[in-house]
């Protein structure tokens, strides 16, 4: 990926026309324009000024893939502006689709607590049920369309920041981990005892919203430390991720429908 390229990919998902960046780094839009079709190259301020503004290095933007780790590599860049924001957005959509499990879960808590009282058992549990529905659409409408494309495409990301990165993933990783693997204890302690009772084994009683408790927690920690960790190896690993059987078909049904 030349100079060019990579400033037209940076102005793109910042959303700058020409005239925008132009004023931004003080210059005008046919340099610019010239910047982006490799006619000419700018001055160290202006260098300077880009690399602050889409918060990547000078090296990065200056190194052609000849000369960088990504030689044959064809991707989607990524700034660290746009993967800092997908993490976050990861991290909203994962607790919306955490609470939407967790309150269909938590809907089983009426069920066993008014076993004599159908009009408050029956109330309780829909009302638990509605409530993770929309925490489920609430999922739906808080995933932003921009970051779709990092699921589809290999990324490229700035070597400096992928880096620092991994070195903030790994500090933070014990902590989801920590937060994991309660959860999945949790998650199949109540499949289990649910399924033991639905069974016969044992007989419904008020202990089990408990057991409802601890399964809808169990799904909560489930669904959001999942969602967050994948964001994260989305971009840290997507080598790996990029390399999966299932990316490669879904990649190239992508390309024949565009060539379509």
Excluded at 65 to 71: A, I, L, P, Y
Excluded at 122 to 140: E, H, K, P
């Amino acid at each position: 990926m030349t100079f060019g390229e990579k400033l037209f990919k940076l102005r793109k998902e910042k959303g700058f026309s020409q005239e925008a960046l132009a004023e931004q780094v003080g210059t005008t839009r046919q340099a610019i324009s010239k910047w982006e079709n490799n006619q000419g190259f700018p001055e160290t301020e202006k260098l300077l000024q880009l690399s602050n503004l889409f918060e990547i290095s000078i090296d990065f933007l200056l190194k052609d893939e000849k000369s960088s780790n990504d030689v044959n590599e064809k991707g989607y860049y990524v700034s660290k502006e746009m993967a800092t924001g997908y993490i976050a957005n990861q991290k909203k959509v994962s607790s919306y689709i955490g609470m939407g499990f967790m309150f269909w879960a938590l809907a089983g808590i009426p069920y066993v607590m008014f076993t004599a009282n159908l009009t408050w058992r029956f109330l309780g549990m829909a009302i638990f049920i509605i409530v993770g529905i929309g925490s489920f659409v609430l999922g739906s409408f808080s995933e932003e369309q921009k970051y779709k494309v990092l699921k589809e495409e290999p990324l490229i990301l700035d070597y400096g920041y992928l880096k620092e990165l991994s070195k903030g993933y790994q500090a933070k990783r014990g902590i989801y981990v920590a937060l994991f693997v309660p959860s999945i204890i949790l998650f199949i302690i109540g499949i289990l005892a649910i399924s033991l009772t639905m069974s016969g084994k044992f007989a419904w009683c008020e202990y089990h919203s408990f057991v409802f408790l601890g399964f809808a927690m169990g799904l909560f920690g489930f669904c959001y430390c999942a969602g967050v960790i994948d964001a994260y190896e989305l971009l840290i690993k997507n080598e790996e991720y990029s390399s999966r059987l299932s990316f490669k078909i879904k990649h190239k049904i992508k390309d024949k429908i565009n060539n379509l």
